[in-house]
C-alpha cells in the first residue's frame, strides 16, 4: 500500500515540479534578463525646419543619416497593420511574445532538412533584437531575446510593443518607420495609402536593400503579392479588395527633398525635434528664384554667385537668406556669401557721412569738393578718382553720396581726422572681419578696403533705417532677444537715408528709373569692389532691409559690371516681392529735422533769393541750420566765387559749370598750407642707372597750382600741377608759399650719391 501511495505521491509531485518549473521559467525567468536600453529611449524623429508661420523647410537627417517619423497606434490604418502581421507574424495578437507553434514549425524543418527553412521569431522578439546592440548570433542570443520578448510582453501592451517595432524598422533608402517610408516612395501620409501600397510597404522589411521598389520593382511586387496572398488566407479582408490590389499597379513617386535654404543644415540643438527659424518659407522661395534667374541672365558677364539678406527692422529676424544661389555649383556653391569676407566698395560711405553729420555740424546740402586731391600714405603719395575718372568740383554731400563720389568722401574722412571714426563706428555696428588697425586701410576704408561680411553690413544698414539702433539679427526663434543699443543720432541717420532714397541725387551717375527706383520711397546705394571682383546693393523701407552680393568665390573678376547692373537687378525684385504684402512705408522725419531754402552751389540758405538765384530746400539740424548767404559768395554777375583750392580743376578741361563759379586765386583757402611730398627729413640716393641720374624730385602740396616752390640750394624746373626740383647731394631745404596770405611750409631733405 505504502509502495502505491509513494507511485501517487510521485505521478502528483512530478507534474506539479514540471508545472512550476514551466511557470518560473515562462513568467519569472524573463525578468532575470534585462531589457535593451534601446527600449528605454524614445525612437527619435528627423529635425523639421520650420519657417516663422510654422510651415516645413525640410526634414534632416539623423545621426546615421537615416530620416524618420515616429507614429502612434491611432496613426497605424488597419490595412497596413494587417498586412504587416501577415508579412511578419500572424499569430501576434495571440501569443505571448514567443510562438510556439511557429517555433515547433521551425524546429521539424530544421531537422528534416537540415538547414534553416522558415523562421519562427515574432514581433515582440524582433524588437528586442533591433533595440540591442549588434551581437555574434547563436543560441545564446536567440534565448536571450526570447525571454527579453516574454518580459516585454508581461510589461507593455501589445499595440505599444507594434508601434515601438514599426517605428524602428528600417524600410530602406534610409527611411525609418513606416510614416517616412510611405512620405519618400508614395509622398503620401499613411492613412491615404492603398491596400496594394500597404502590402508593398509592409514587405520591405525583410531586405530593404533587395526589395527596394525603386530599383527593384519585379522583386518589391512579388513580395507585396505574398503578403497579400497570406492576408487572403487569414480571411480577414475583402477577398474582392484583394484581388483589385494584386492587379494595382504601384503609383510610386520617390520624394526628392527640396533644396529650398539647403544651407540650414546645422541647426542649434541637434536634440531637438522642431526648429523655429525666423525665415518666411513664401518669402524664401521666391528670394532664390530670383536669384537663380538674374544669375542665368549674367552667365555672359561670368557671373556665377550672389548672396541675398532680409532682415525684418523692427525685430532684426532674417526673414530670407540666400547663401550662393546655387548650392550644387562644384566651384563654390555651399560657400555661404552672407559670412564670406568680401570687399564692399562705396557701401561704407553712407558711414562717413553720418559721422561727419554728428562731429562737423554739416548738412546733406554742404559743399565738399570733388578736385584732384593728394593724400600721403605709407606707400607714398595717393592719387584717388572717381568711377568715372572726372571731377565735378564743388558738390554738395547729397550729390557726393547720391551720386557715389569717391574723392569727396575721402576728403571727407581726412577732415574727421582720419580713419579712426569710421573704424571704430563699423565696429561697433557689429562688422566683426575689419581685424587690423585703422591705420592698415588708411582713408581708402570709406570706399571698402576692408573685408566685410553681407550679413553684418545688412545689418548695419538697418541700423540706419532703425534711427541708430542696433539688434543683432536673428535666424532661430529660440534666440534670444539681446537688448538694442542706440549707436547715433536718430536725426543724422535720418539725414543719411533721405539722401540714400532721393532718385534725383544720384540721377547725374545712375540715371532715373534704374535698378535703384522703386515705385515707392526706399534707400539705396551701391558698392563695387576693384577690378569689378563684387558688387553690392543694400538699401532699406521703414519695415525692411536688403543687402545683395554678387561675384565669383574664386576672385575672378565680373565683366564690366558695377553694383547696379550685378547686384541691383536682384535687390529690386527682391525689395518689390519683401513688400508685396505689406504696405510700403517711410521712415517718419525725426523732431528737429527742419527744411531750409539754400544755394545748392554754396550750401548757405537763401533769406532773400535774387532773380539769378534758385533756392533749393534741403533739410538740415533745426540746431545746427547753415550759415546765411552774403554778397562775398557771389561775384558782380552772380557766379559763386571759388578759391585757389579749386585752381586746378577750374582751369582743366572737367570743369563743365564755368557759368555757375568764377575763381579768384587771391581769395584765402577754406584749407592751410600742408606740403604732401616729399616727407620731412626723407634721404634722397642718387641712382646713375635711372634716366638723368634719378635728379628729378617731384613736390606736391594740397594747393597744387596755387602754393609757390622755391630752394635757395636747388634749382626747380616747371611742371604740372607743381614743379619738379634738380636734386644735388648735399642738406637741402624745400619751401612752399600761399601766395594770399603769405603762409610758408618748410621741409628738410637730404641727397646722397648711390
Known sequence: MKVFRHLRRKRVAIPLALAALWAFGWFGLPFLVPLPAGLETEVPASPVLLDRHGEPIRRLTLGDFSRGEPVGIADLPPDFIACTLAAEDKRFFQHGGIDLLATARAASDWIT??????????????????????????????????????????????????????????????????????????????????????ALLAGLPQAPTRLNPLKRPEASLARRNLVLARLAKAGAIDP????????????????????????????PDPSATDFRTTLDLPLQRDVETIVHEELAALRGANLRHAAVVVIDNASGDILALVTSGNWNDPRGGQINGTLAPRSPGSALKPFTYLLSFETTGRYPGAIVADIPTRFRTEQGLNLPGNFDRTHRGPVSIRTALGCS????????????????????????????????????????????????????????????????????????????????????????????????????????????????????????????????????????????????????????????????????????????????????????????????????????????????????????????????????????????????TYQEWFTSTENRRRNDFALETSRPAREPLRILAPSDGITCLLDPELPSGGKRLRVASNLPGTALWSSPTLTLEPASPEPAVVLQPGTHVLTATDPRDGTQRSITIRVKKL
Not at 508601434?163 to 509622398?187: I, K, M, S, V
Not at 484583394?242 to 527640396?258: G, M, N, V, Y
Open 113 to 198: 532538412h537540415r538547414r534553416v527553412v522558415s523562421g519562427a521569431s515574432t514581433i515582440t522578439q524582433q524588437l528586442v533584437k533591433i533595440s540591442s546592440p549588434s551581437s555574434q548570433r547563436g543560441l545564446a542570443t536567440k534565448l536571450r531575446e526570447a525571454l527579453g520578448a516574454r518580459r516585454l510582453e508581461m510589461t507593455w501592451s501589445k499595440e505599444r510593443i507594434l508601434t515601438a517595432y514599426l517605428n524602428r524598422l528600417d524600410y530602406g533608402n534610409r527611411r525609418r518607420g513606416p510614416a517616412e517610408a510611405a512620405r519618400h516612395l508614395f509622398q503620401k501620409p499613411l492613412g491615404d495609402l492603398s491596400l496594394g501600397e500597404c
Open 240 to 267: 474582392a479588395r484583394i484581388q483589385s490590389a494584386l492587379t494595382e499597379t504601384p503609383d510610386l513617386r520617390p520624394l526628392t527633398e527640396k533644396e529650398t535654404a539647403p544651407w540650414l543644415a546645422l541647426v
Open 405 to 644: 563720389l569717391n574723392v569727396p568722401a575721402i576728403r571727407e574722412l581726412n577732415d574727421l581726422g582720419g580713419p579712426q571714426p569710421l573704424y571704430d563706428l563699423l565696429v561697433n555696428l557689429g562688422l566683426t572681419t575689419l581685424g587690423k588697425q585703422p591705420d592698415h586701410y588708411g582713408l581708402g576704408l570709406t570706399i571698402g578696403n576692408a573685408p566685410v561680411r553681407l550679413l553684418e553690413l545688412t545689418n548695419a544698414y538697418a541700423t540706419l533705417a532703425r534711427g541708430g539702433t542696433s539688434i543683432p539679427p536673428r535666424l532661430f526663434s529660440s534666440q534670444a532677444h539681446v537688448a538694442p543699443r542706440t549707436l547715433f543720432d536718430s536725426r543724422c541717420a535720418w539725414l543719411v537715408s533721405d539722401i540714400l532714397s532721393d532718385p534725383d541725387a544720384r540721377a547725374p551717375s545712375f540715371g532715373r528709373h534704374g535698378p535703384l527706383e522703386m515705385p515707392f520711397k526706399c534707400a539705396a546705394k551701391t558698392g563695387t569692389s576693384s577690378d569689378f571682383r563684387d558688387n553690392w546693393c543694400l538699401g532699406f523701407t521703414r519695415d525692411f532691409t536688403v543687402g545683395v552680393w554678387a561675384g565669383n568665390f574664386d576672385q575672378t573678376p565680373i565683366k564690366g559690371l558695377s553694383g547696379v547692373a550685378g547686384a541691383g537687378p536682384i535687390f529690386h525684385r527682391t525689395m518689390l516681392r519683401v513688400q508685396r504684402d505689406t504696405a510700403p512705408a517711410w521712415l517718419p522725419r525725426p523732431e528737429g529735422v527742419v527744411e531750409v531754402p539754400v544755394d545748392p552751389r554754396t550750401g548757405h540758405v537763401l533769406a532773400d533769393a535774387r532773380p539769378d538765384q534758385a533756392p533749393k530746400m534741403e533739410v538740415c539740424l533745426a540746431s545746427r541750420q547753415p550759415l546765411p548767404a552774403t554778397t562775398a559768395d557771389y561775384d558782380t554777375d552772380g557766379h559763386v566765387v571759388l578759391d585757389a
